[in-house]
């Protein structure tokens, strides 16, 4: 009974074949997409393109649409601090408005 040296459900063949084979396991290659992925806490340097119904500023980083929260002007350079990061959204709160005499709030 040769099928009782398996765990059940695993496929003999399969298993004999790799385990005899004259071709060596080669490591996958890393995925490097997550090695360049903005984190939360990370602070980044965004121009604000344009400005929504909610007042909140809106910029482009590395593909990623960014929506900054805070008083935001269009053509302006922030500083802002990522709070999340979804599948292409950056939600960012504002840390320095650059030249701006005013505090961000």
Known sequence: M?????KKGSNISSRD???????PNMP???DNTTKNRP????TIRIEIMDVDEKERGIGKYRGYNVII?????VGEVIEARIKSVRENTIIAEAVSYGDRDVEPF
Do not use: E, F, H, M
Not at 2 to 6: A, E, F, G, L
Not at 39 to 42: D, N
Not at 69 to 73: D, K, P, Q, S
């Open 17 to 23: 074949i790799r385990r005899l084979s004259i071709y």
């Open 39 to 42: 984190r939360s806490g990370q």
């Open 28 to 30: 996958r290659p890393k």
């Open 69 to 73: 929260l805070g008083n935001a002007t």
């Open 2 to 6: 040769v099928k009782d040296r398996y």
